[in-house]
C-alpha cells in the first residue's frame, strides 16, 4: 500500500461535518485504508474575500489505488458532497486535494503530485505537520523546514481530530 496525504477543505453547508462525511468516505474506498488526520483548522479564503472562512484539515490513507482511479474517487465524494464549481478559489461545500502518493512525483494532465501550491498554503501546511511531522518530501524537503517558513496567521485551531477509528466517522 501506498501512503497518501489528501487536503480537506469546506466552507459551505456545516464545514466540520463535510470533512466529518469526507473522512468517513474515505474510510469506505476501496483497497484504501484511512489511517489518520489531523485536527480541523479553520482558515481566512485564498482567493474572493467575500466567502465564508474555511475549514481544513489533512488525512494519511494508505491505499492500492493508482494515482488517477484515487482522484477519481475522491471527485467522486466532492460530487456526492454537492461540489460545484462556481468561481475559481471560491466557495465549496467539499474540497479534496491529494497532495502527496507516497514518494512519487506526478506530472499527468489530470493531476500533479505533489500538489503544486501545498507549499505556499498555511492551510495545507500547519494540518499536514501537525498528522506527519517528521514527513520527507519526494523532492527529499523536510515538511518540518517548509513549516517553519510558513506564515500560519491566516490559520486557527478549531477542533480535536475527529477518530478515524469510529465505524461511521459522520456521526461523531
Known amino acids: 500500500m501506498i501512503r497518501c496525504h489528501i487536503g480537506l ?15 468517513d468516505g474515505l474510510a ?4 484504501s ?7 480541523l483548522y479553520g482558515s481566512t479564503p485564498v482567493g474572493p474575500a467575500d466567502q465564508p472562512d474555511f475549514i481544513n484539515a489533512v488525512a494519511a490513507l ?6 488517477l482511479t484515487l482522484l477519481d474517487a475522491l471527485q467522486g465524494l466532492e460530487q456526492a458532497a454537492g461540489r460545484e464549481r462556481l468561481r475559481h478559489w471560491g466557495e ?3 474540497d479534496l486535494d491529494l497532495l502527496l502518493y507516497g514518494e512519487q512525483s ?5 493531476l500533479t503530485v505533489p500538489h503544486p501550491r501545498m507549499l505556499e498554503r498555511a492551510f495545507v501546511l500547519v494540518p499536514l505537520a501537525d498528522l506527519a511531522p517528521t514527513l520527507t518530501l519526494p523532492d527529499g524537503s523536510t515538511l518540518a523546514s517548509h513549516r517553519q517558513q510558513c506564515d ?18 459522520s456521526q461523531l
Open 106 to 110: 506526478i506530472h499527468h494532465p489530470r
Open 33 to 39: 485504508r484511512l489511517v489518520g488526520c489531523s485536527p
Open 152 to 169: 500560519d496567521a491566516g490559520v486557527w485551531y478549531h477542533e480535536a481530530a475527529p477518530d478515524v477509528g469510529h465505524d461511521d466517522i
Open 28 to 31: 469506505r474506498l476501496p483497497d
Open 92 to 94: 465549496r461545500t467539499l
Open 9 to 23: 477543505g469546506s466552507n459551505l453547508a456545516d464545514p466540520a461535518g463535510q470533512l466529518r462525511r469526507a473522512l
Open 62 to 67: 494508505d491505499t492500492d489505488l493508482p494515482p
